[in-house]
């Protein structure tokens, strides 16, 4: 597992920057009607993932595609907590005996 890095220079990033370099699967889409139908490609590439808690926003960026998706923290966080949560109620029932499959 790769080590998250405190940026520390205002020249970059706000002092409360965050980053971790990853790796990240790149997905491809097949659309039809402006709608994504399929997945067409998926393929392992590095990616930088980085946050400010000041500016409210994390962001993935693919430096060799020259891709990046920022989303916001607060909205990324409500979506891992759910995930979370979620994985413990199907613990707690696979433990109790009740979960299907």
């Known amino acids: 597992m790769s080590t998250v890095v ?5 020249n970059i ?4 920057g965050v980053a971790l370099e990853a790796k990240c699967i790149v997905t491809r ?3 039809g009607k402006n709608k994504a139908v ?9 990616c930088s993932i980085k946050a400010s808690m000041e500016l409210g926003v994390m962001s993935i960026s693919v430096p ?3 891709q990046m998706v ?3 923290i607060d909205e990324a966080l409500s979506v891992l907590r759910e995930a979370a ?3 413990n ?13």
């Open 6 to 10: 405190r940026v520390n220079d205002p």
């Open 13 to 16: 990033a706000p002092l409360d």
């Open 29 to 31: 889409f097949s659309t």
């Open 38 to 46: 399929a997945i067409r490609s998926q393929e392992m590439a590095d």
């Open 64 to 66: 060799g595609r020259a």
């Open 70 to 72: 920022s989303i916001r």
């Open 85 to 87: 949560d979620a994985a």
């Open 89 to 101: 109620d199907v613990a707690a029932s696979r433990k109790d005996g009740t979960a299907d499959g």
